[in-house]
C-alpha cells in the first residue's frame, strides 16, 4: 500500500528556526515560522511588535492572543508559570498533552500557555460551536465574542483552525475503556500497522498517550484502518507537532503526531482507505528526533495500540 510520496504539504527544519527558543514574556507569530502557512495561523497570535519582550502585561481584550509558546527555564513548575500568567494550572496541563508531572519539567521544553483560562481546540470537520462549547463545560457567546477567534458568527467555524474556548476545561468522559493486551473488542475489526520500524516508547504509566515508533524522516505513514480525516495540522513547535486525525467509526480514532508533511489530499472530510498514505514522519512539536507517535483512542479514551495491531 505504501507507494512513492505524492506531492505534499510544507515540510519543518527544526534545527534551523531561529524562533525555536521563545521565552515567556514573548508572544510567537506562527505565520513567521519556516514560512509555513495556515488559515488558523492567522487568527491564533498577536505580533511581537505589538507586545514588548520586556513586559509579561496581557494584550488589550482587543487583540487578546489564544496562547503563547514557553521556553521552559530552570526551575520552573507548571504551578510557577501559572502564577506568572495568573491563570490556573489546569489550564496549562489541559493544553499540553505531554505534561505528566507538572513539578518534573525540562528547561528548554515548550509550552502552550494560554493568557487566560480556558481551552486551545483544533476544530475538525464535523465541530460545531454548540457541541465545542458543551464538550468544554464552556459557552457559545465566549467564543464567538474571544476576538482572537475571528468568529462572526456560529457558521464561519472553519475546519483545521484552533480556537480558543475562554473559561473551557477538561471534562471526564462517563465512561472508560481498559483493554486487556491481547483482546480486541468485537466491533474493532483489523487494524495496520502505521509504519514499520522499533518501538522506542511503549504505552505504559510513563508513556500513556500512546506508543513512538522510531522511523527516518519522511518515512510514509498509513492509515490503520479505514475511516474520515477528522483533523489535520497542528503547532510545529510543541505538542504533538503537526498529526492527523482519522474517525473509523464506533468511537475509534487514531492519532499520527510529529509528522513532517502529508499529501494534500489528505485534509478534513476526506475518506482515506486502510493502508493508504496519510502523512510523512517528521520531528515536529515535543520530539527528540524523527519518529511516529501512534495512539487509538475509544470514546476519547487512550488504548493500548499493541492490543490491536498485534492481531
Known amino acids: 500500500m505504501i507507494s512513492t510520496a505524492p506531492t505534499v504539504m510544507t515540510s519543518i527544519d527544526k534545527t534551523s528556526d531561529p524562533t525555536i527558543n521563545l521565552k515567556f514574556d514573548e508572544i510567537a507569530n506562527p505565520n513567521t515560522l519556516n514560512g509555513h502557512s495556515h488559515s488558523h495561523n492567522e487568527q491564533t497570535l498577536a505580533t511581537q511588535a505589538e507586545t514588548p519582550s520586556t513586559s509579561t502585561e496581557k494584550p488589550s481584550a482587543s487583540r487578546i492572543a489564544m496562547y503563547l509558546n514557553y521556553s521552559v527555564r530552570s526551575g520552573d513548575t507548571i504551578s ?24 518534573e519539567l525540562t528547561p528548554g521544553d515548550k509550552l502552550l500557555v494560554p493568557w487566560v483560562d480556558g481551552i486551545i481546540h483544533a476544530v475538525r470537520s464535523d465541530d460545531t460551536v454548540s457541541e465545542i462549547a458543551v464538550r468544554y463545560d464552556a459557552t457559545i457567546e465566549d467564543i464567538l465574542t474571544f476576538p482572537a477567534n475571528k468568529l462572526s458568527d456560529p457558521e464561519s467555524l472553519l475546519r483545521d483552525t484552533m480556537i480558543f474556548v475562554p473559561g473551557g476545561r477538561k471534562v471526564t468522559p462517563a465512561s472508560t475503556i481498559r483493554p486487556v493486551p491481547g483482546v480486541i473488542p468485537e466491533q474493532s475489526g483489523l487494524w495496520f500497522w502505521p509504519a514499520m520500524g522499533p518501538i522506542t516508547s511503549y504505552f505504559s504509566a510513563w508513556h500513556p498517550l500512546g506508543m513512538d515508533i522510531g522511523l527516518l524522516q519522511n518515512t510514509p505513514i498509513v492509515a490503520t484502518k479505514p475511516g474520515v480525516v477528522q483533523f489535520v ?20 480514532e487514531s492519532y499520527y503526531a510529529h509528522l513532517s508533511s502529508w499529501p494534500k489530499r489528505i485534509q478534513s472530510g476526506a475518506w482515506v482507505e486502510q493502508g ?33 495491531l498485534n492481531q
Open 80 to 103: 510557577s508559570i501559572a502564577k506568572k500568567q495568573n491563570i490556573a494550572s489546569e489550564s496549562i496541563i489541559w493544553n499540553n498533552i505531554h505534561v505528566h508531572d507538572p513539578d
Open 233 to 252: 495540522g497542528g503547532d510545529p513547535l510543541v505538542s504533538y507537532g503537526y498529526y492527523v486525525i482519522v474517525d473509523h467509526g464506533d468511537g475509534y
Open 276 to 308: 493508504e498514505v496519510i502523512g510523512y514522519s517528521g520531528n515536529t512539536g515535543r520530539s527528540t528526533g524523527p519518529h511516529l507517535h501512534f495512539e487509538i483512542r475509544h470514546n476519547n479514551q487512550v488504548i493500548d495500540p499493541l492490543a490491536f
